[in-house]
């Protein structure tokens, strides 16, 4: 059969067509499955990892999966209008966030849209997400205290401007009150909080905003919120918007608390779609990279040298376990990223030991160079008290004849547990910590019934403020204690007035 000029022609013409629209698949894609929140996409053959893709119906997604034949993407919205066959194109752009002032005082998703309903965003720069962390040189160690305001905290496991501090602890045991309280107690610091909420309920949520709104809070911070009703994407997304967020303000010589509430959640929805993307399941059926979806976020907290404007973000991550197991897979690899860890037990929760921090198992292993030299002084012995109270405790429980060192010590001991229980949302200036920290450790207290000591410290705080000023003053501006004679001078002349309940 012979074969005519034309037609030959004509093939021709149709493979150099289809030459070029080979071309062009390496921008634009089909997508050939779609469930669960993820697609699996023929052609994108240029797509980056992590880039940002747009389905036809203008839903974002993001390469995750780059295989030989497809490409794994993740849906970053609703998957309803997407069908098998719609095409998706690649926009060359990494996920980014909008960074900036304009983002203070606002709530907003992971990909910095506002949520709160006041209003568009009008923030002039964006930030990628994924980000490689500050280097070696451009850091500088830990140096400036971080006031949470809470005594148990700032007195034993005190944190620094730049530190990572996990907190962690069953559900239920004050975990979100500890970070609340501390953005509070940022007020007039020179400090910007970002509150990245993961997985948590919209009312929960809701309730945190109106507390920090409530005590003006919001003023100097942003929260981040991809609540349990996102998809998981959105989820494992949040805290690496959060800290993009923060990094802008950090590059800018200025200081940022971040709070991530909570990681577990956040590892939760990071396996949920890495199975659903069918990448091998490793322990507790994490993907094995789960180690590094925390230390590449965590490793973003720094403490930037003179050279780079010495700002700083501190990271609070928090980490929920089952049943106090802290050597489960998740906590031990926060644990071992992270600068110490807030213990939180749920039998002192309990008990009415509130804030529950557990001072045995709670450690800062940067902190202590940043605590102020009058905190220092006054916290020096306490953690060793309240370890040989608890100590003690159990063995007086036999109830036989106690020694009088034994009896002093149980008696210091259950004075110093009453005087570091602190309500919610009330924190405590640095200077008055120091005041009933000291009045505590000298022996003032030994005296006051057990019951009378809360009362005791309330009164004391609120007649220092009337009646000596000045000393508080010096604390605060020089940091260090005042004179001996005129601590012990007000001390005492406090507790002429003090009345005893009967
Ligand atoms: N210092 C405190 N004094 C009194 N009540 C407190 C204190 N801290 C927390 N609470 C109360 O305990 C409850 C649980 O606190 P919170 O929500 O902070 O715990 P959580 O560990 O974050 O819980 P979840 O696991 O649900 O996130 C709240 O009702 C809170 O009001
Ligand atoms: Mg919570």
């Known amino acids: 059969m012979g074969i005519k000029a034309e037609e030959i022609s004509a093939l021709i013409k149709k493979q150099i067509e289809n030459y070029q629209s080979e071309i062009e698949v390496s921008d634009v894609g089909t997508v050939i499955q779609v469930g669960d929140g993820i697609a699996r996409v023929h052609g994108l053959d240029n797509v980056m990892a992590g880039e940002l893709v747009e389905f036809s119906n203008g839903v974002l997604g993001l390469a995750q999966n780059l295989d030989e034949n497809n490409v794994g993407l993740v849906i970053l919205g609703p998957t309803k209008g997407i069908r098998e066959g719609d095409e998706v194109r690649r926009t060359g752009r990494i996920m980014e966030v909008p960074v900036g002032e304009e983002l203070i005082g606002r709530v907003v998703n992971p990909l910095g849209q506002p949520v709160d309903g006041l209003g568009p965003i009008n923030a002039t720069k964006t930030r990628p997400i994924e980000s490689p962390a500050t280097g070696v040189m451009d850091r500088k160690s830990v140096h400036e205290p971080l006031q949470t305001g809470i005594k148990a905290i700032d007195a034993l496991v005190p944190i620094g401007r730049g530190q990572r501090e996990l907190i962690i602890g069953d559900r239920q045991t004050g975990k979100t009150s500890v970070a609340i309280d501390t953005i509070l107690n940022q007020k007039d610091q020179n400090m910007i909080c970002i509150y990245v909420a993961i997985g948590q309920k919209e009312s929960t949520v809701r309730s945190t905003v109106e507390t920090l709104r409530k005590n003006g809070a919001l003023e100097y911070s942003i929260v981040v919120t991809a609540s349990a009703s996102q998809p998981a994407p959105l989820l494992y997304l949040a805290p690496y918007a959060g800290v993009s967020m923060a990094e802008e303000f950090m590059f800018n ?73 802290i050597s489960a897979y998740i906590p031990t690899n926060v644990i071992s990223i992270t600068d110490g860890q ?137 940091g260090n204690l005042p004179e001996d004679k005129d601590m012990v001078d007000a001390i005492t002349a406090f507790k002429k007035t003090f009345a005893v309940s009967a």
């Open 253 to 325: 010589g200025k200081h940022v608390l971040i709070v991530y509430d909570d990681l577990s959640k956040q590892a939760a929805a990071y396996r949920e779609l890495s199975l659903l993307l069918r990448r091998p399941p490793g322990r507790e059926a994490f993907p094995g990279d789960v180690f590094y979806l925390h230390s590449r976020l965590l490793e973003r907290a720094a403490k930037l040298s003179d050279a780079h404007g010495a700002g700083s973000i501190t990271a609070l991550p928090f980490v929920e376990t089952q049943a106090g197991d």
């Open 342 to 478: 807030i213990f939180l037990q749920s039998d002192l929760f309990f008990s009415g030991v509130r804030p529950a921090i557990n001072a045995g198992l709670s450690v800062s292993r940067v902190g202590g160079s940043a605590q102020i030299k009058a905190m220092k002084k006054v916290a020096g012995t306490l953690r060793l008290d309240l370890a040989s109270f608890r100590e003690l405790e159990a063995f007086s429980q036999f109830g036989s004849d106690l020694d009088k060192a034994t009896q002093d010590k149980l008696n210091r001991g259950a004075r110093t547990v009453e005087v570091l229980k602190q309500d919610l949302n009330k924190p405590l200036k640095v200077e008055k910590q120091v005041m009933i920290l000291y009045a505590l450790t000298r022996g003032f207290l030994d005296d006051i019934p057990v019951e009378d000591i809360r009362r005791f410290e309330a009164e004391f705080l609120s007649w220092l403020d009337q009646n000596h000023q000045p000393l508080l003053d010096v604390i605060r501006t020089t």
